[in-house]
């Protein structure tokens, strides 16, 4: 029996990984997704969008890299996922050693728990992000810390996006983050025109620079930013030439990946 009416945000991702897993040149592999969209039912129709499809597969392949590579050099690490929805990461990548938080609002809660499910180290905090509340429900115990920030920040304002980071540098001193971050074309565009990719039709922040977060506090380190648009060009067509029609790759997709160091802000 299928859980009814999932709410679009949450559908639409995990739909998005399946059917790019189930292409035959599929970038992505989240076998997990499959399943789960197999036990859902979306509240709304959700039509098939290449263009999001590609966005969705790159940014997610990107994280994975880099969540590999963490996991490798800290093995007992702590994992936090912001906004993590219906995230299959947990589960797809766990090392038997790592323990994983998804912080997401209170409505996630019940269909988390339905498709993914709380073990003894997975577990799920609810909580808007930006109630910085849920930082006291994470016990590091000297481990290393990595948040992971895909599709959330974007919904956010400049200050409240500052307002997580200050807060998570100041808790969490030398632990690094991976974030999700479109450039100004993008935000600029759905401030125009309301886009059928983003829930409510708008985001509310966008960085053409990843190094300027860097200014923000002295104790911020861009350790890489990568560009969406340099992977895979075979299979975007005609979406290759954006880059150089909006004036630049940095102006689209891209994944910053910082070190948070405990410094005055």
Known sequence: MKIKNVPEDLFSPVYFRAKETQLPN???KDSLAVKVVEQMSPNRLVVDDWAIQ???AIHTLIVDDIVKQFLQQHPNAVIVILGGGLATRPLLMDNNQAEWFCVDAPYVEPFWSQLIGESQRNHFISSVITDLSWMSQIFEAGRTVLFVAEGIFL???ESEVKQVIFSLQQRFPNSEIVMEVIGKFILNSTQIFRSKAVPGGRFQWGIDDCSEIETWSSGIQLIREY???DYYKERQGVMKFL???VGGKNKLLKVAHLRLSKEAI
């Open 155 to 157: 919904y956010l304002t």
């Open 243 to 245: 880059p150089y029609l």
């Open 54 to 56: 590609f966005g969705i």
């Open 26 to 28: 599929g970038i992505i």
């Open 227 to 229: 560009f969406c648009y």
